[in-house]
């Protein structure tokens, strides 16, 4: 089972001129096994929800609630929201200069599992993600995301999702920056995860190209920290066909 359930979330950061309002009231619920889309303009607030059910310290959460399978998120710490089963795979993955990738999989794979992986079984589980997304052996003795290219950034966040095994994965803007065959690497990625049992997945994202390989369940309209309208696949059609303009309007 893995329900996450989003209500009426309002967060704020804070700035040189005081608190600013970034999400004012979103609802959404992922049920089992569902996947969700996240469209939006620039600077609507969809990496800010992402960072707030992820649990960055930066925002806070000043109403509203967010469950997953009916456990309160927000009462956790980062590392309880892992264990629980949330996975954040960030727009900008960060750099760890000294951890080696392979170090990084299994240190995050013992902390989030309670005990190490069996080291046979984890070793053949490692070079067969690595092989599925074309990644080239050595990689795992790279330090993690110290040079890599834009693509090989998100192909290590999708090998992360396929090892870590969540309930619900958070993808913000996973898609950007790829070239066509990494596109389709890491769709499979993705969908190779939502195949797995009641798997819950929150794609962000700007472009509707991604959305042919990886369909969702439903679309959301994401304009000044809401949701201004949800519907089916239909909708990013329209989007890409018409843009924002008319929610733009609608929120003024
Ligand atoms: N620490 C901060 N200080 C000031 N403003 C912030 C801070 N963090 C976020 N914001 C503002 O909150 C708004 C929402 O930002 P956010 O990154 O969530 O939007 P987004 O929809 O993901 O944008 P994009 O599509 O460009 O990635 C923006 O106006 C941004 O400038």
New binding site residues.
């Given amino acids: 089972m893995s329900t996450l359930e989003i209500k009426d979330l309002q967060v704020q ?3 040189e001129d005081g608190p ?1 309002e ?1 999400l004012k009231g979103v609802t959404l619920t992922i049920r089992d096994g569902e996947t969700h889309a996240i469209m ?12 707030s059910i992820a649990g960055h310290p ?2 806070e959460i000043t109403g509203g609630s967010v469950t997953l399978d009916g456990e309160d998120v927000l009462a956790m710490s980062v590392d309880e929201r892992a264990r629980a089963g949330l996975f954040l795979a960030m ?1 900008y993955p960060v750099e760890v200069p000294g951890v080696s990738v392979a170090n990084f999989l299994r240190t995050a794979k013992t902390a989030i599992d309670g005990e190490a992986p069996k080291l046979r079984t984890w070793v053949k589980d490692v070079n067969g993600v690595m092989e599925r997304m074309n990644l080239d052996a050595s990689f795992s003795q790279r330090s993690v995301n110290e040079g890599f290219s834009g693509g090989e950034k998100k192909r290590h966040e999708i090998a992360q999702l396929d090892l870590l095994d969540p309930k619900v994965a958070i993808l ?2 996973t898609d950007s920056g790829l070239d066509i065959d990494a596109l389709k690497v890491v769709s499979e990625g993705v969908n190779r995860f939502r195949e797995r049992e009641g798997k819950g997945v929150l794609l ?1 994202t ?1 472009y509707t190209r991604i959305l042919r390989y990886i369909k969702p369940d439903r679309v959301h309209v ?1 304009v000044a ?1 809401k949701v201004a309208e949800s519907g089916g696949p239909e909708l990013a059609e329209e989007l890409e066909a018409n843009g924002y303009e008319r929610f733009l309007t609608a929120a003024v």
Avoid at 40 to 51: I, V
């Fill in positions: 950061v804070q700035t600013k970034i939006g303009p620039n600077g609507s607030g969809k990496s800010t929800l992402a960072y930066r925002y727009q913000d803007e962000i700007h994401f920290g």
